[in-house]
């Protein structure tokens, strides 16, 4: 008999596949992928991503977060307020001579130093009355001279010094000789100089302008020495003194406040709004301010020393208690303190009071931005305050 299913799949040795082992092999497959799926899903500890590093070494869903290192130092409690910018100097310049104006070499927001010229007169008027008072000058000494030649009694041996000196009085030459003085005087005041090194505010002449006597000329203010002037309330004053530190901020300023030192303490209160003044000298770098400005102002008023300090904005609440985040290998880990007193910028962290021990560290690197949302043991990357700076 002839077997129909002979072929080339029925010889001796060949292999057979049957459909319904390939159906066993795909339902196999189907099976172990629903597997692994239910187990990712059941370990929700590890974010999607988690772990699997880029060609940089990073993780793919770690945060942004700025960080700032604790610190020991004093605690510098303070007096919050506001005050006025001010320069210690600045020049009305008046005219003190009467003339032209031939050259204006300065326009408003000019630097000049101590000395630069501004403007000129004309100077011709002035070599005239020079002249002119010297050849007064010299007619009083040929009157003089006449006067004693003609006169051998008056300055003979014997005479008293009196009737010598009104002889020169009454020959003019005192009287030529102060004229003279005066008339070079008026000579050098055809230059207009700077009296200090500093800024022209505003210039009210022009060329070509005919100048009086006491007329204004210009306004030069010194930027380099500036002061805060800071009311401060009755009841705070006794709390600041001379020499402590004052922290200058304005509206339009970036960066870290600028620090001063407390001047002087002006003697007089206001009736009216029961504040005194406080001056505050800022140092020669405080670029970024400028005399009018209104500034906030914080006046030390206590300094604790040898504290351990974490940024204010470092501290949140989570269920009502304080903490940090703190950033440990990559990641950020809550922290719970017992915060003390604040100045606003730093506050300082208590020990436990049943260890005894402070839960952060000096070099430890808290997080001060970024962080509001963030969970306990979240992936993060730190970038330091300085590199977020505009």
């Known amino acids: 008999m002839i077997d129909r299913r002979s072929g080339p799949l029925s010889r001796p040795g060949a292999f057979h596949i049957h459909l319904p ?80 104006i031939i050259r204006l070499l300065v326009t408003a927001g000019t630097a000049v130093h101590q000395g630069d010229t501004l403007l000129q007169l004309d100077p011709r008027p002035f070599d005239l009355a020079v002249r002119e008072a010297e050849a007064a000058l010299a007619e009083a000494e040929i009157r003089l001279s006449g006067n004693i030649s003609s006169d051998s009694i008056l300055l003979g041996p014997g005479q008293d010094t009196i009737r010598a000196r009104n002889a020169v009085v009454l020959s003019g030459v005192p009287a030529a000789e102060v004229r003279l003085e005066r008339a070079k005087l008026d000579r050098e005041r055809v230059a207009v100089t700077a ?22 000329i210009a306004t030069v203010v010194d930027m380099t020495h500036l002061r805060v002037t800071a009311q401060v309330l009755e009841h705070d004053l006794p709390f600041v003194r001379v020499g402590g530190v004052a922290l200058i901020t304005t509206p339009a300023q970036g960066g870290a406040p ?34 009018g400005m209104y500034t906030d102002v914080r006046l030390e008023a206590t300094r604790l020393p040898n504290r351990i300090l974490v940024p204010a904005r470092a501290v949140i609440e989570r269920d009502g208690r304080p903490l940090v985040f703190v950033a440990k290998g990559g990641r950020a880990q809550w922290v719970y303190i017992f915060p ?15 260890t005894g021990q402070i839960p952060v560290g000096v070099g430890d690197t808290v997080l001060v931005e970024g962080h509001l949302t963030l969970t306990h043991d979240a992936p993060i990357r730190v970038t330091a305050a300085a590199e977020r700076a505009p």
Do not use: H, K
């Open 21 to 100: 082992a390939l159906g066993a092999i795909a339902a196999a497959a189907l099976l172990l992928g629903a597997c692994r799926d239910r187990a990712a899903a059941a370990d929700p500890g590890t974010p999607a991503g988690v772990g699997e590093e880029g060609s940089d070494g990073s993780t793919g869903l770690a945060l942004p977060v700025v960080g700032e290192p604790v610190t020991r130092g004093d605690l510098v409690l303070t007096v919050a307020t506001t005050g006025q910018v001010r320069a210690d100097r600045i020049a009305r310049l008046r005219a003190e001579t009467g003339g032209t």
């Open 195 to 216: 009296p200090f090194d500093g800024v022209i505010d505003r210039i009210d002449v022009s060329p070509g302008e005919r100048l009086s006597v006491g007329q204004d």
């Open 258 to 291: 600028i620090r001063g030192r407390i001047l002087s303490i002006l003697p007089l209160v206001d009736t009216v709004a029961r504040a005194g003044r406080v001056d505050v000298a800022l140092p020669a770098g405080a670029a970024s301010l400028r005399p």
């Open 340 to 354: 003390g007193r604040s100045n606003g910028l730093d506050t300082e962290v208590l020990p436990d009071s049943s």
